[in-house]
């Protein structure tokens, strides 16, 4: 029960996010960023419903034996640069095999679409920063769906590949 009011509130404020104040984000970035950011903090907390506050934690840091996609890496990367300022390395092959960074990850695109909406007042940056939230929102959504992780990979390989022959050397 819990689970599906959970959800439909965060899809309520995802959609309102984008119906009402994705066409002024530009005059009032901090209204998109608030709704946007409340509605993926109810999807998340649907999911601590559904399984369970002890074992959404666990899921949300456990160990994964399979490679990462483009999407995970690059949130590990990001997380790691700006928030624990490094970029060593034998850091970042330690991390590819573990869902905690990615999972750090997505909560701090949430901290930080808030921040660089309602601090900095920085529109770029708050459009920046709701891209990497939906894409890291979207991954873990379907990461639930059976068969849903392998087919995101599989598609984020096929796009990362198609770029790269169409734009790489």
Same mark, same amino acid.
């Given at each position: 029960? +819990?689970?599906? !009011?959970?959800?439909?509130?965060? /899809?309520?404020?995802? #959609?309102? $996010?984008?119906?009402? #104040?994705?066409?002024? @984000?530009?005059?009032?970035?901090?209204?998109?960023? @608030?709704?946007?950011?409340?509605?993926?903090?109810? *999807? *998340?907390? %649907?999911?601590?419903? !559904?399984?369970?506050?002890?074992?959404?934690?666990?899921? &949300?840091?456990?160990?994964?034996?399979?490679?990462?996609?483009?999407?995970? *890496?690059? &949130?590990?990367?990001?997380?790691? @640069?700006?928030? !624990?300022?490094? %970029?060593?390395?034998? #850091?970042?092959?330690? @991390?590819?095999?573990?869902? !905690?960074?990615?999972?750090?990850?997505?909560?701090? %695109?949430?901290?930080?679409?808030?921040?660089?909406?309602? /601090?900095?007042?920085?529109?770029?940056? $708050?459009?920046?920063? $709701? /891209?990497?939230?939906?894409?890291?929102?979207?991954?873990?959504? *379907?990461? +639930?769906?059976?068969?849903?992780?392998?087919?995101?990979?599989?598609?984020?390989? %096929?796009?990362?590949?198609?770029?790269?022959?169409?734009?790489? $050397?």
């Amino acid at each position: 029960m +819990y689970f599906g !009011l959970f959800l439909a509130t965060g /899809v309520f404020f995802v #959609f309102t $996010s984008f119906a009402l #104040f994705l066409p002024v @984000i530009v005059l009032v970035p901090q209204k998109f960023a @608030i709704c946007f950011t409340l509605g993926c903090g109810f *999807i *998340i907390a %649907s999911f601590f419903a !559904l399984k369970g506050p002890k074992n959404q934690l666990a899921h &949300m840091s456990s160990k994964e034996v399979l490679a990462m996609p483009p999407l995970e *890496i690059f &949130m590990a990367c990001l997380f790691s @640069i700006l928030w !624990l300022h490094t %970029s060593n390395p034998f #850091f970042f092959s330690s @991390i590819f095999l573990q869902r !905690l960074p990615f999972t750090l990850g997505f909560i701090g %695109s949430m901290v930080g679409t808030l921040y660089v909406s309602m /601090v900095l007042h920085s529109y770029f940056l $708050s459009v920046l920063f $709701s /891209v990497i939230q939906v894409l890291a929102l979207a991954y873990y959504a *379907i990461s +639930y769906f059976p068969g849903g992780s392998t087919g995101l990979k599989f598609l984020s390989s %096929s796009l990362t590949s198609s770029v790269m022959r169409r734009f790489g $050397s």
